[in-house]
């Protein structure tokens, strides 16, 4: 007898953040019904910081038979951050560990990495700090240790590697060749003239549609996490193309303005040229799900309210009232950034953080709110807003950019985590979407009068003393 006979049928994606990974399980309407987590793991010891692949398999494993206890898992996806790579040798075996891409080692060549490094007009990939683009994490590892790397038989993306390992086969897919990594030319659909300056190129594996199922569970998988052998697997994604993908699946607007929130805040425009992208600014294109390149600007803002909420000793989950923000703006704060020196729109800027009697939780909401509105104004973006799961999380974030952006509504999906989400779509991506993936709430926008005028007052003050291009 079939051991999954009689259990509803369900869906499961890893969401490989570069704090937490998570997996979540989803009904055949897209319900979550299971979710688990851990601190991203990682390796501390070697020539680098490395994430620990080994730990995060084995807790994956455990997890996926823990959801297969009590559902059917017919699908498997998997959503990860960029900037990362998995370098295999001819056995299956890491030619490398998995280089951590806040390790700001790789930096010690740029100069030799500056002169073949794609022109920014062709990449839409921005130089940005430590090994935040690929490209410059494989010149490292190259250069660094010649007779590892000509073991290195495949470059597999972060996201597919872990397809690979379910299902032995190696893919490729857009969304994460083209995040920041140099390797990729959007405007073209190919490679940048990069992957052949390192005479890598070959050893990309084929590129699917992000959408793909790439294949069945290994028997070695399926034994294992306990799934039955007929359970898809599709071809992987990078994270905030994931939560883009949620959003496109449900036939929003083409101009619409999408918010992803994590360790990043990244803020996507439909629709818009790429002739707003100003490579100072970490400013960027993603490329869709569907192959549309997408303007992005970003900042480190997860990491950044944290930072300020501890500062501010401050737990980051209080709830933040409108009476906060009052007492904040009243009392003169101001916080401006960068509380994460070489990323954002101001990456030579030290922050600035003048706290009067106001909570820590207030003022990181209220700086995340206007970094937010502000990039929306970098991107062009003239349509509506949409925000994730940051309308149950921080509802009154939502509210500030909704009273920011009066000529814009905001949009709240309702979602807990968009980004699974996303990735659950892409396994039914040709079928009709629930009803309630279709359907947002409006953020009412707060009455606090003092708000525009202390906008004006935190643009002001980032025009003294900025090092780079306005």
Known sequence: MDAHAGRPQSTLILDLGKTHAKTCTYDEFGTQIRRGSIATPSLLEGDYPALDVERIWDWFVLEAREASAISDIRAINVSAHGACAVLLQEDGSLAFPVLDYEFAGVEELNMQYERIRPDFLDSLSPSLPAGLNLGRQLFWLQKKFPPEFSSVSAVIFYPQYWIWRMTGRKVTERTSLGCHTDLWNPGEDCFST????????????????????VGNVSDEFAAAAQLSGNCEVFAGVHDSNASLARYIAS???????????????????????????????????????????????????????????ELLKSSPSDHVHERNIEMALANQSLITPSFSLGTGPFPLRRAELNAKGCSGAALATLYLALMIDYELDLLGSKGDIIFGSASSRSPMLCRLVAALRPSAKVMLSGDTASTPLGAWCLTR??????????????????????????????????????????
């Not at 409006?442 to 306005?470: M, V």
């Open 194 to 213: 990069l992957p052949k300056a390192l005479n890598i190129e070959s050893l990309i594996p084929e590129i699917v549609a992000t959408h793909d199922c």
């Open 251 to 309: 036939g929003v607007a083409a101009d619409i303005s999408v918010i992803s929130m994590g360790t990043w805040v990244i803020s996507m425009v439909l629709g818009s040229s790429t002739r707003v992208l100003r490579e100072p600014r970490d400013m960027l294109a993603n490329v869709s799900v569907t192959g549309e390149v997408v303007p992005c600007a970003r900042f480190m803002g997860g990491r950044e309210h944290a930072i300020i909420c």
């Open 429 to 470: 991506w040709n079928k009709p979407m629930p009803e309630k993936l279709r359907s947002f709430s409006i953020a009412e926008p707060t009455q606090i009068k003092a708000l525009l005028p202390y906008r004006q007052t935190w643009r002001t003050a980032l025009e003294t003393g900025q090092e780079h291009e306005k």
